[in-house]
């Protein structure tokens, strides 16, 4: 035990504070530090005020999923969408802040960001906690680099939200090994953040995963076993509560059946390549990692730094050790089923921010306080900077001082123009682009979207889906023209109509042709003639 206390360097319990005397200036550097949390992700989240919005179709389809809600429809139960209750209830939030526009979600990523820092400073804080200044300014570096990060994308996904979970639980064992947080509450806690991220997004649960088999390791180390079943009750707690409130509410609401079969049943049977063995998974991962690797070479070749100045120059071996069993488990139960979606990286991409900010204080506490924040200044205005060259999503979604418009608002404007009091709209091949959040629409069915379930083993999704255009109950359709297709002469009316099913020329009429670059695209120089293509039609039924 002694050993390992020598490791972190202070004084078991010795807490972060500022004293008395400076306590009105830590208020305002807190105040002045979130201030540019929030600058940041002005310029640089494609939900701010600045941006003409986001233009993911993933943060679309969540946030016309807590628009429902919002208005009386269950998830799962009056909706197909896959993801977890929790996630559905971050954009619940997202949408009693705001209706309609990306308001709403541009709040909830700021607290998150907030929270990220927080969390951060706390973590430092263990390490460090007589350098108070200089580890909240330094811990800054991890919401940037999150944002700033290729795998942030345009933002709003279900791995940016968790990510503040599995710092908190991460956290909590930390504080459990200082002695600073009782073994009960660190429990609480980690099962509480667990059953979130579960409830959330199951196949994020690998931190917890690795944290079980770090803290079991460290317990047959130590022989700690009153604290091992304090902890897992602890847990099983924290768990249990979480999961209780969610399969109430849901039983209560007659959707704990549809919860059942769709996040779990179809998830695991028709969503992704599924399972396919220990071997299989482990080198999927290791192409994944390589994947990220390239799409991140600054923060990969840091984190090779950061690991040998951790172990040979700081001797925190536990920590190394903690952070590979961690961040590799992560990767392997993040990329289990197949998807190499860059977003999966985040989790990863935090654990290296925390190591990051840690080598920063490392290196600079025997600076003077000027010199110590003039370098992280100096990295903060880099990282300011940055996310030109290593997130183009972030640059390459219209402000809106830019003539170009989304999409989803172009398409938006032909259905008011049309004058339909809250219609009903259909993604007929793609998933949610977002008209709903420029015009007010109503659910047009179970299936109002084409998700990305796999048809074959999910044969409800097309058929809701053909069923609803053959009786042109929904008033309006988009059909994406290069959703998964190369693009198409907007000029040319027959090659547009060839793209289209037969049912839908013939149930529906083209009214609007829209066409914008995905941020990739457009970051690489591709212009929205050649990009993404949307085809807005309109039932035959209201022809005037």
């Known amino acids: 035990?002694?050993?390992?206390?020598?490791?972190?360097?202070?004084?078991?319990?010795?807490?972060?504070?500022?004293?008395r005397g400076r306590q009105f200036t830590g208020y305002w550097l807190t105040g002045g530090l979130i201030a540019v949390i929030v600058a940041f992700a002005l310029l640089f989240v494609t939900a701010s005020p600045l941006?003409?919005?986001?233009?993911?179709?993933?943060?679309?389809?969540?946030l016309s999923v807590g628009h429902y809600w919002l208005e009386g429809h269950v998830p799962f139960r009056d909706f197909f969408e896959q993801r977890g209750p929790v996630m559905y209830a971050y954009y619940l939030v997202a949408n009693l802040i705001h209706g309609q526009g990306y308001l709403g979600l541009f709040v909830i990523e700021v607290l998150n960001l907030v929270a990220l820092w927080w969390l951060t400073v706390r973590w430092l804080g263990l390490y460090w906690s007589q350098k108070p200044v200089l580890i909240r300014v330094s811990a800054l570096i991890v919401p940037l680099l999150l944002v700033g990060a290729f795998s942030f994308e345009t933002g709003g996904s279900p791995e940016e939200f968790a990510g503040a979970w599995m710092l908190l639980a991460l956290f909590a064992f930390a504080a459990w090994k200082r002695q600073v947080w009782s073994a009960w509450r660190s429990g609480i806690v980690i099962g509480v953040a667990f059953a979130l991220v579960?409830?959330?997004?199951?196949s994020l649960v690998g931190p917890w995963v690795a944290l079980a088999l770090v803290g079991l390791g460290w317990l047959v180390y130590f022989q700690d076993w009153r604290a091992a079943w304090r902890l897992a009750l602890g847990a099983?707690?924290?768990?249990?509560?979480?999961?209780?409130?969610?399969?109430?509410?849901?039983?209560?609401?007659?959707g704990l059946q549809a919860l059942i079969d769709v996040y779990f049943v179809t998830n695991l049977t028709a969503y992704g390549q599924g399972y396919q063995g220990p071997l299989a998974t482990a080198w999927r991962s290791v192409q994944v990692l390589m994947l990220g690797w390239q799409h991140h070479?600054?923060?990969?070749?840091?984190?090779?730094?950061?690991?040998?100045?951790?172990?040979?120059?700081?001797?925190?071996?536990?920590?190394?050790?903690?952070?590979?069993?961690?961040?590799?488990?992560?990767?392997?139960?993040?990329?289990?089923s197949g998807g190499?979606?860059?977003?999966?990286?985040?989790?990863?991409?935090?654990?290296?921010?925390?190591?990051?900010?840690?080598?920063?204080?490392?290196?600079?506490?025997?600076?003077?306080?000027?010199?110590?924040?003039?370098?992280?200044?100096?990295?903060?205005?880099?990282?300011?900077?940055?996310p030109k060259w290593t997130n183009p999503f972030a640059t390459a979604a219209p402000y809106v001082w830019e003539t170009e418009r989304p999409v989803a608002a172009q398409l938006a404007q032909a259905v008011r123009a049309d004058g339909h009091r809250q219609p009903r709209l259909l993604y007929y091949n793609t998933l949610d682009w977002g008209v709903g959040r420029y015009v007010r629409l109503r659910l047009p069915n179970y299936i109002f979207e084409h998700t990305n379930v796999d048809?074959?083993?999910?044969?409800?999704?097309?058929?809701?889906?053909?069923?609803?255009?053959?009786?042109q109950s929904p008033e309006y359709v988009v059909w994406g023209l290069t959703w998964g297709t190369p693009p198409v002469d907007l000029t040319d009316r027959a090659a547009i109509l060839a793209r289209l099913p037969k049912e839908l020329r013939q149930n529906y009429q083209v009214i609007k042709v829209a066409s914008m670059p995905l941020p990739?695209?457009?970051?690489?120089?591709?212009?929205?003639?050649?990009?993404?293509?949307?085809v807005l039609l309109r039932a035959r039924r209201l022809a005037r």
């Open 198 to 202: 579960f409830w959330m997004k199951y």
């Open 455 to 471: 048809d074959q083993k999910y044969p409800r999704q097309p058929q809701a889906l053909r069923a609803q255009v053959k009786h």
């Open 340 to 386: 190499n979606d860059v977003y999966l990286f985040i989790p990863l991409i935090l654990l290296m921010s925390w190591l990051f900010a840690l080598c920063l204080v490392d290196l600079l506490n025997a600076a003077s306080r000027k010199v110590a924040l003039g370098v992280v200044g100096l990295l903060v205005a880099v990282l300011f900077v940055l």
């Open 236 to 254: 099983l707690a924290g768990v249990a509560v979480v999961s209780g409130v969610i399969l109430s509410y849901f039983a209560l609401v007659g």
């Open 51 to 62: 941006s003409q919005g986001n233009p993911w179709v993933d943060s679309n389809a969540m």
């Open 1 to 19: 035990m002694k050993a390992f206390q020598k490791e972190w360097g202070i004084c078991m319990g010795e807490k972060i504070r500022f004293n």
């Open 297 to 336: 070479p600054h923060l990969f070749d840091g984190l090779v730094l950061a690991l040998i100045y951790q172990f040979w120059g700081q001797r925190r071996y536990w920590l190394v050790g903690e952070s590979l069993v961690i961040g590799l488990l992560t990767a392997i139960l993040a990329f289990w």
């Open 520 to 534: 990739q695209q457009a970051a690489m120089g591709i212009s929205s003639a050649s990009a993404n293509q949307l």
